[in-house]
């Protein structure tokens, strides 16, 4: 099987009742419409074009956007799992009629909202969580991560019992008639033992998340001086630039040694509009530019070919951020700014990634055998140690 | 962005084509994106769609490859109607759409390929030679296309000078036509007199084309050992200059203006010589060079099936000796330091292969045999196939010995790749290939100087020591029943 590319997807672009279950307002496109950047360093953010401000309950324009995804190439949409306050939402009802065995949903669990599993909590009260949280799982086609569900976890650290935890919406997801969960841990690495503890991989942060390698601007003393006299703009003090490149490659280079952890995928970042008062993360090109579709199209290309490389035949996945994040910037649809330039560098590296695969599927590896790589292995440490 | 209209005079129909160069899906609105094929060679496979896709079209409206145009922005310009043969250029010169007749791709494809498509002028008398009609040039004022760049968004690669290549192609094609009563009969050659590793390619791809538009190949002298074994299908037509240095110092365009020279005129007389050094940047579709000079020498690849890379090799032949103790063959220098496979990780890969058992040769490296390697000399291709014969795989860089190696000899190669990529240069996967990188996103770079990431000299996108010991000794289990 070759490579799945999945996109975080935000639902909350509806006008469904659940809209204000998952913290959206009346007008789902409002914050966009209303942010504005303070400073000249802030990117402006983009708006939609092809597919409009669209509300994800028209059938019509569902369509268009699930038909644009998949056009690109992409298998499945992320979307976000919520604590409501009486049970768990994802607001992808409205997507299940356009899954398919071709174009499924994957979950993000975001449990660090949620102070219940933070705690220790009486069994029947973690039993009724647990129920409540696979029953909204069973919607639309779910993305098949080795035959299971999969379902990231936003926030490992958060969960008091990580373990028991996984265990228990495991049991309970088999209880409830599916094939299990493929539960992947929202960390770079595995330094936090995730992989024993029940998870079966790990995702690389998003750009916020994760600052892979040092800003351009490494402020001093005289900086924050400069900044309270008004002699320098603030955000060059509060917020950080990243350059693109250097940000992508940090996260790909040494893998191995980072555990069983997918690559996450993203065109641009500048989240701005989520910190008022400063603390952005932005990514920046060639001093001044949000997006360079060159190094973005290798960035998914070869982390597609690693994914290839890297992982069992029915777990290979890139999750690409994002399809519609239009707040932070990251966002693949069409849009006034930059017009399909974004979608079209999408659908053509992961055309070009599907190629290369192709071609070295066709005499598959037998694989060493785990006695011969581990001696492999000690040959070399000693030979580095010679070195 | 590649584009045409077929036109039924019977009932004035008009179905318009889109298509665009295929990054690898190779769908039926794409094209092969190949580097070598000049933009002509372009024009004739969408004479081949439309002619396919529009059986009772008479007129094929065909826009210019070398601009990013569409069915309905070129059906808007004839809407007035155009005889054919014609040509529609913008306010000076500067070819916009071909207007043709459909029996002209029927009979005389290949003379299409003399077309510059960068002069109107030139173009218009080379089609009345080769139709033998009046061919109409119409202007097209609101339209003036400027100076072309030298790299477009969608891939070619050009400039002002290599385009004037084309026109003095174009022209001397037109001096063969209205000179010589059997033009018909004079044979097309290939321009692309170097590098080894191209030259390998090339031959590769005259072996493996269904339906050949060349007879010849123009090829630096220096270059015979290399064609002597290589097995090409075209003839060579020796080009008596070294070859083209990859320093810069010389352009392309001026190295081109010389090779007329030394060539001499009977040669250019006698030749309908097509320009296929590279038209369009290499890395911009994901394709092998093999494929890139199949297509440019006539085959379609309109299909995924079609492509070299997804078929079993050409050549395929492995080492006679016993397979213990295994011999492993080396070529990790460059030319240039970033191209070189790091030294840490050739001192570490050399020092364990040895642990293992397994003898090391490396080319041109004394500096390894402090860590078990054995440095020998094949700077000749015949010591080079013979070093290769006593040794059961070969580990190179994208470099002449490993095209070589694998695409003549057909030997167990595995293949390092840092700046620039296997899906271009590489063997195409079997028993027999394995390609080797990390997959970081600024692969490939294409750099010849310093790391552009990290500044450093060395490429970090080799593989390290461990994936490529582990790479040879399970292809050496494959091919020749190894244990380790």
Known sequence: MSVRVLAFFDTRYQSSPDIQRLG??????????????????????????????????????????????????IDGFVVDLRWAGDGYVTGSQVLAPACSDTFGLAFRWRNGDE?????????EQRLERARNLVAALKVGTATAADGRTLLIVDSPKDLALPADTIALLQREAR????????????????????????FDALIDPGPADWHSCPPNNRTSGLDFLEVMAGLKDSVEYLDKFFPYLLFAVSRMINREQRGKAFPRVFPS??????????????????????????????????????????????????????????????????????????????????????????????????????????????????????? | MLTGLALASSGARTAGFDFSFSKGALAPNEIFDSATSPPARYLVELGRRLVKAAPA???????????????????????????????????????????????????????????????AGIDAR??????????????????????????????????????????VLAANAIKIIEGNPHWRDVPFAVYHPYHAGSIVFFAAASRD????????????????????????????????????????????????????????????????????????NTGYGPFHLIDHDRFSLGESLDRPEKIRQVQAPLVSAKCKLAAQPLKVLFHITGGLPIKNYPLDYAKVACRSLAGMGIEVSVIGRPDLEPYGARSIEADETD????????????????????????????????????????????????????????????????????????????CSNYAKPQELIAAIVEMAQQVYGFTA
């Not at chain 1, 599916?178 to 330094?191: I, P």
């Not at chain 2, 202007?139 to 290549?165: C, E, H, M, N």
């Not at chain 2, 095209?403 to 390092?416: A, C, E, S």
């Open chain 2, 209 to 280: 084309v269904s339906t050949p538009l060349f007879q010849r190949h123009i090829i630096c002298s220096t270059y015979k050992d290399i064609v002597a074994v290589s097995d090409s299908r075209l003839e060579p037509i020796w080009l008596k200059l070294p070859w083209l240095p990859r320093d810069a110092s010389v352009g392309e365009p001026q190295y081109f203006g010389a090779a007329l020279d030394r060539l001499g005129e009977d040669v250019v007389a006698s030749n309908f010589i097509v320009f296929m050094r590279y038209s369009r």
């Open chain 1, 115 to 123: 102070p219940f599993w933070k705690a220790p909590a009486a069994p």
């Open chain 1, 269 to 387: 970042f500048y989240n701005w509009a989520q910190y008022p008062d400063g603390g952005a993360t932005h990514l920046v090109n060639q001093g001044n530019r949000a997006i360079e579709t060159y190094w973005y199209g290798l960035f998914m290309e070869n982390a597609m070919l690693f994914a290839h490389q890297a992982f069992p035949a029915n777990e290979r996945f890139v999750f690409l951020e994002s399809w519609n994040g239009w707040l932070d910037g990251s966002q693949v649809e069409p849009s006034l700014l930059d017009g399909d330039l974004v979608y079209n560098a999408t659908r053509d590296a992961i055309d070009r990634g599907r190629y290369v695969i192709r071609t070295r599927e066709i005499a598959p590896t037998g694989g060493l055998d785990e006695q011969l790589k581990a001696r492999i292995a000690l040959l070399v440490e000693a030979a580095q140690n010679l070195s």
């Open chain 1, 175 to 198: 209880r409830g008639g599916l094939a299990g969960l493929y539960v992947v841990a929202h960390r770079a690495e595995d330094k936090g033992r995730f992989l024993s503890n029940g």
């Open chain 2, 383 to 458: 010591l080079l196939s013979e070093a290769v014969s006593r040794h059961h795989i070969f580990v190179g860089l994208d470099s002449f010995p490993h095209h070589f190696v694998r695409n003549v000899m057909g030997w167990p190669t595995i293949g390092l790749f840092g700046t620039t990529t296997a899906t271009n240069f590489g063997g195409g996967w079997n028993a027999h290939y394995r390609s080797l990188d990390v997959s970081l996103p600024c692969h490939p770079c294409g750099g010849e100087r310093d790391c552009p990431v990290f500044g450093r000299k060395e």
């Open chain 2, 126 to 167: 080379l089609l009345e030679g080769v139709l033998g009609d009046k061919v109409t040039w119409r202007r097209l004022p609101q339209i003036r296309i400027g100076s072309y760049p030298v790299s477009t968004a969608t891939g070619w690669f050009q400039g002002s000078d290599r385009q004037k290549v084309l026109k």
């Open chain 2, 57 to 119: 079209a008479d007129v094929l409206v065909i826009a210019n490859p070398l601009l990013p145009l569409k069915a309905q922005q070129i059906a808007d310009w004839i809407k007035d109607g155009i005889p054919c043969p014609a040509i529609l250029s913008d306010e000076k010169d500067f070819p916009l759409l071909y207007i043709l007749p459909r029996r002209l791709f029927e009979d005389s494809e290949r003379f299409l390929l003399l077309l510059s498509t960068v002069d």
């Open chain 1, 24 to 73: 959206g307002g009346t007008d789902p496109w409002r914050p966009l419409l209303d942010a504005r950047p303070v400073s000249r360093q802030h990117f402006a953010l983009n708006m939609p074009s092809t597919l409009g401000r669209y509300d994800l309950t028209d059938q019509a324009a569902l369509a268009r956007v699930v038909g644009m995804a998949i056009q690109a190439g």
